[in-house]
T-cell receptor, first 114, second 114 residues
Framework: AQSVTQLGSHVSVSEGALVLLRCNYSSSVPPYLFWYVQYPNQGLQLLLKYTTGATLVKGINGFEAEFKKSETSFHLTKPSAHMSDAAEYFCAVINSGGYQKVTFGTGTKLQVIP | NAGVTQTPKFRVLKTGQSMTLLCAQDMNHEYMYWYRQDPGMGLRLIHYSVGEGTTAKGEVPDGYNVSRLKKQNFLLGLESAAPSQTSVYFC?????????????FGPGTRLTVL
């Protein structure tokens, strides 16, 4: 069984401050991990993904995430928040076999304060 | 390419009424999915399909039926709508099981059941 836990359903940061959104996973097989972003009244779009190889993954809009197997974590970071980053962010884990069932976290809403 | 499109965007139903949500993708993807999104619960998989003519149950299939008669279309049906089915519904698609692929999402259908 696989699961994802996102700590903090709401996170507020000041514009220009560091963004840190936390994600911990559990998986019985080597996981593939994703971060998706959802802007208001839109569908989800992929920010970045980790499959194999380098554990620091860079995505769009200046976001990056680091896969830490020992901590079972895949936290999302951005050095300097921009107003346009205000959105809801979902961490997701996928199994490495079968039909690629994706399990999503419950989401973290990011508020950026001017 | 339009990507993943969903019809309709909004719908209000009365309890007991039926309706069909249509999802279409023009990326020649094998896999298609229907999710529902409810506050604080993330995305939950209703049904999915791994190819034309095939469907399978996800986490929360009760009260819904699906069909995949054509590769590019995935229909979600509610035979007798209930207030508990008030939600935002997202369709997604992904390539195939050959490698780990991201899911591409439609813009969503906001359904209210009175």
């Amino acid at each position: 069984a696989q699961s994802v836990t996102q700590l903090g359903s709401h996170v507020s940061v000041s514009e220009g401050a560091l963004v840190l959104l936390r994600c911990n996973y559990s998986s019985s097989v080597p996981p593939y991990l994703f971060w998706y972003v959802q802007y208001p009244n839109q569908g989800l779009q992929l920010l970045l993904k980790y499959t194999t190889g380098a554990t620091l993954v860079k995505g769009i809009n200046g976001f990056e995430a680091e896969f830490k197997k020992s901590e079972t974590s895949f936290h999302l970071t951005k050095p300097s928040a921009h107003m346009s980053d205000a959105a809801e962010y979902f961490c997701a884990v996928i199994n490495s076999g079968g039909y690629q069932k994706v399990t999503f976290g419950t989401g973290t809403k990011l508020q950026v304060i001017p | 390419n339009a990507g993943v499109t969903q019809t309709p965007k909004f719908r209000v139903l009365k309890t007991g009424q039926s309706m069909t949500l249509l999802c279409a993708q023009d990326m020649n993807h094998e896999y298609m999915y229907w999710y529902r999104q409810d506050p604080g619960m993330g995305l939950r998989l209703i049904h999915y399909s791994v190819g034309e003519g095939t469907t399978a149950k996800g986490e929360v299939p009760d009260g819904y039926n699906v069909s995949r008669l054509k590769k590019q279309n995935f229909l979600l049906g509610l035979e007798s709508a209930a207030p508990s089915q008030t939600s935002v519904y997202f369709c997604a698609s992904s390539k195939d099981r050959g490698r780990v692929n991201e899911q591409f999402f439609g813009p969503g259908t906001r359904l209210t059941v009175l």
